[in-house]
């Protein structure tokens, strides 16, 4: 099985499995007129970090097309059809853009990607003449927005852990951490290791990502142990008797982003 390994511009891990997400780059807010010339995109390297940051950002928008239904995928993709169009329906419905851009963007091995400080969703294009790999794909990446579900709420840059322990298969937790071990992304573990859960189970991300449609996810999925007392203490959850809100600093600190 290919672990799609996502060398994110961000740095990822807490020890409450609760991500931290800080902003690629502070967003500029340019005036412009009809008078004004259109501006060329930035020149940036095939395959870097540089094309993915740019990417993300939609300041390289050429070959980044911009997929509101999965209809608009034509009629490449039909043996997992049903699923995929529930996904990307449902990521619509909770305010996901999903993108398809040229392959030039993503660094070698990497498939696609999740944004949850933006809410974007990349895949590469030329996954649409492979439907296991396509389908694979968008489970893995759609189970962050999942994360970014439980986390509070799509409307920050938080994830965390979906899938109990229990229920994340050993040797996918094992190869997980080989992999982002060998990359020096150990923190990244756990929810990797819960995303690529998801990629193997047909119907998990779409189900999942309509009850985040529905409401709060955390309402109709126990949270995994660490993720409940997150929620509980930064006041996303009522007080189960065993968890407390957290103090004002302690707020600060582990519940708005951009601190660690």
Same mark, same amino acid.
């Given at each position: 099985?290919?672990?799609?390994?996502?060398?994110?511009?961000?740095?990822?891990?807490?020890?409450?499995?609760? !991500?931290?997400?800080?902003?690629?780059?502070? !967003?500029?807010?340019?005036?412009?007129?009809?008078?004004?010339?259109?501006?060329? +995109?930035?020149?940036?390297?095939?395959? !870097?970090?540089?094309?993915?940051?740019?990417?993300?950002?939609? +300041?390289?928008?050429?070959?980044?097309?911009?997929?509101?239904?999965?209809?608009?995928?034509?009629? /490449?993709?039909?043996?997992?059809?049903?699923?995929?169009?529930?996904?990307?329906?449902?990521?619509? /419905?909770?305010?996901?853009a999903v993108y398809i851009a040229d392959e030039r963007y993503f660094p070698h091995n990497t498939n696609g990607i999740y944004k949850p400080d933006y809410n974007r969703f990349f895949i590469r294009r030329d996954l649409l003449e492979n +439907?296991?790999?396509?389908?694979?794909?968008?489970?893995?990446?759609?189970?962050?927005?999942?994360?970014?579900?439980?986390?509070?709420?799509?409307?920050?840059?938080?994830?965390?852990?979906?899938?109990?322990?229990?229920?994340?298969? +050993?040797?996918?937790?094992?190869?997980?951490?080989?992999?982002?071990?060998?990359?020096?992304?150990? =923190? =990244?573990?756990?929810?990797? !290791?819960? =995303?690529?859960?998801?990629?193997?189970?047909?119907?998990?991300?779409?189900?999942?990502?309509?009850?985040?449609?529905?409401?709060?996810?955390?309402?109709?999925?126990?949270?995994?142990?660490?993720? /409940?007392?997150?929620?509980?203490?930064?006041?996303?959850?009522?007080?189960?008797?065993?968890?407390?809100?957290?103090?004002?600093?302690?707020?600060?600190?582990?519940? /708005?982003?951009?601190?660690?």
């Amino acid at each position: 099985m290919l672990i799609h390994l996502h060398r994110f511009v961000y740095l990822l891990g807490t020890h409450t499995r609760i !991500s931290k997400m800080k902003k690629l780059l502070t !967003s500029l807010f340019i005036a412009a007129t009809l008078s004004l010339p259109v501006a060329a +995109e930035p020149i940036v390297k095939d395959h !870097s970090f540089d094309s993915l940051g740019c990417m993300i950002l939609l +300041e390289c928008t050429r070959g980044v097309d911009r997929v509101k239904s999965g209809q608009d995928l034509g009629s /490449k993709q039909e043996a997992y059809k049903d699923e995929y169009l529930r996904i990307i329906a449902a990521l619509e /419905k909770i305010g996901v853009a999903v993108y398809i851009a040229d392959e030039r963007y993503f660094p070698h091995n990497t498939n696609g990607i999740y944004k949850p400080d933006y809410n974007r969703f990349f895949i590469r294009r030329d996954l649409l003449e492979n +439907e296991r790999e396509f389908i694979k794909t968008l489970r893995h990446e759609g189970w962050h927005a999942v994360q970014d579900c439980m986390a509070g709420g799509i409307q920050n840059g938080f994830i965390a852990q979906v899938y109990q322990d229990k229920d994340i298969p +050993e040797y996918i937790r094992d190869m997980t951490a080989r992999v982002y071990g060998l990359a020096g992304q150990g =923190a =990244a573990v756990a929810w990797e !290791s819960d =995303a690529n859960t998801a990629k193997v189970r047909a119907g998990d991300t779409a189900n999942y990502l309509e009850m985040c449609a529905k409401g709060p996810l955390w309402e109709q999925v126990e949270p995994t142990p660490m993720t /409940k007392e997150w929620l509980i203490g930064c006041g996303f959850m009522k007080s189960d008797g065993r968890h407390k809100v957290y103090s004002a600093e302690k707020k600060v600190r582990e519940c /708005k982003e951009g601190n660690k």
